[in-house]
């Protein structure tokens, strides 16, 4: 049962434009959101989370929002560069979990042209 | 600073075989987490351990999957009796006691079932 969903398995976008990706969520005790990036035969790198008390968070060219009532979350990059050409996860946990007990999506493969 | 450190990080094994996967968790962390990812998929939590204990393992299969983290050496995920559908990349991360750092991801072992 996925309760994490990325709906958009791909994403071409133009060097210094935005990328958006989105995510879905069902569980409603999830509290705590992240996205990750991860390069073939690397292990995944973290980006930037966001707590449920939150709507935006902001970390350089980073911006997750979220939107409790959609159970939605999103993540833009701008500018896109080429180096942020990878697959990009969300997670989520639950309140009670552990800290490092996540629940990931199935990744956006992003894919910034020149 | 050696960041997590995961070995093999190619393992074949011929059916039936038993699969023996070490994670050595970045320097001061005391916990440690291991992931599957099956192609086209997200990762997939099988279990938290912390020093000498098994904390959640409510992802792991019910059976030929264990893991532990003795009081010295790396974590060690072992399947025995290894089936194709064991074939995966298999993640190990890490975070500190106490938590409230996003843990940390190794590179991974990707093992092939033959």
């Known amino acids: 049962d996925q309760q994490v969903k990325q709906n958009s398995p791909s994403l071409s976008v133009q060097e210094g434009r935005i990328s958006i990706l989105n995510c879905d969520y069902t569980n409603s005790m999830f509290d705590y959101f992240l996205w990750y990036k991860k390069y073939p035969a690397e292990g995944p790198t973290f980006l930037i989370s966001i707590s449920s008390i939150k709507d935006k968070n902001e970390d350089g060219r980073f911006t997750v929002f979220l939107n409790k009532s959609a159970k939605h979350l999103s993540l833009h990059i701008v500018p896109s560069q080429p180096g942020d050409s990878a697959v990009y996860f969300c997670?989520?946990?639950?309140?009670?979990?552990?800290?490092?007990?996540?629940?990931f999506g199935a990744g956006t493969q992003v894919v910034v042209t020149p | 600073n050696a960041g997590v450190m995961q070995n093999p990080r190619h393992l074949v094994r011929r059916r039936g075989q038993e699969a023996r996967l070490r994670c050595s968790p970045m320097?001061?962390?005391?916990?440690v987490y291991w992931y599957r990812q099956l192609p086209e998929e997200g990762l997939k939590f099988m279990v938290y351990?912390?020093?000498?204990?098994?904390?959640?393992e409510s992802g792991m299969p019910k059976e030929r999957f264990s893991a532990e983290f003795p009081k010295e050496g790396p974590s060690i995920l072992r399947i025995q009796q290894v089936v194709r559908g064991d074939s995966a990349a298999y993640f190990c991360?890490?975070?500190?006691?106490?938590?409230?750092?996003?843990?940390?991801f190794g590179q991974g072992t990707r093992l092939t079932v033959v």
């Open positions: 351990l912390q020093k000498e204990n098994i904390i959640d």
């Open positions: 991360a890490s975070s500190p006691a106490g938590g409230r750092l996003e843990a940390f």
């Open positions: 997670a989520a946990r639950r309140t009670t979990d552990s800290w490092g007990k996540l629940q």
């Open positions: 320097k001061g962390h005391s916990h």
